[in-house]
Structures are given as C-alpha cells and as structure tokens.
C-alpha cells in the first residue's frame, strides 16, 4: 500500500509562493499517476494538478493555471507543486493523491477512484 505525506503548508501573503511537496513509500513512484486536490472551508474536496508517471503529461484545473506547477522527481520518489501568485481563494488542505491506473483526464471528476491519499497539508493565503 502506497503511503503519502504532505508537507511545504504554511501561511503567505497574496501575491506570495509556496513549494509543496508529497513524499510517496510502499511503491514505485514512476508507476503511479500523481497530483494534489484541495479542500476550501466550507467546500467540496477539488481536483487541482496531476501528473503521469514519467512526467510527460500534466493537467490543471482552469483556475490554477499559469500560477502552479506540478512536477516530480521519481529518484525521491516526491512530486510537487509550485504555487506561485496565491490569492486568499487558494486557501485550502491541499491533498496529494496517486494511483497506478486512473488516467489524468479522471482525476478531474473522479476522486473516488484514486487508491491512496495523504493526511493533507494547510495553505493560508492572507490578503
């Protein structure tokens, strides 16, 4: 069973940069589709980055694009997310998640299927 810990959560200013990271045990890391989702207050769990093993392929949702980056170092068996230019409606847990099969194009909508996530990680963005 793959585990993941989160870490890189801090509180930042609004225009500020975060590097979150998600250390992945009990796996490959190169088989497994990664990414990160996000909780806001009050809202539903959300699909934010995700990358295929080799790191060819990437997606984001609409809203983070351009200001976050994901990207994965198999050798560390860690995968990323830069974000850059936070504004106070990132504020969130953010979650990693992996999975040996799901492609990316259902991460965006289909969280249910994803085998392992972690415990999360806080970003507040401050205005």
């Known amino acids: 069973q793959v585990q993941l810990v989160e870490s890189g959560g801090g509180l930042v200013q609004a225009g500020g940069s975060l590097r979150l990271s998600c250390a992945a045990s009990g796996g490959t890391s190169s088989s497994l589709v990664m990414g990160w989702f996000r909780q806001a207050p009050g809202k539903k769990r959300a699909f934010v980055a995700a990358i295929s093993g080799n790191g060819d392929n990437t997606g984001y949702v609409d809203s983070v694009k351009g200001r976050f980056t994901i990207s994965r170092d198999n050798a560390k068996n860690t995968v990323y997310l830069q974000m850059n230019s936070l504004k106070p409606e990132d504020t969130a847990v953010y979650y990693c998640?992996?999975?040996?099969?799901?492609?990316?194009?259902?991460?965006?909508?289909?969280?249910?299927?994803?085998?392992?996530w972690g415990q999360g990680t806080l970003v507040t963005v401050s205005s």
């Open positions: 998640a992996a999975d040996p099969a799901v492609p990316i194009r259902a991460w965006y909508s289909r969280e249910d299927l994803l085998d392992a």
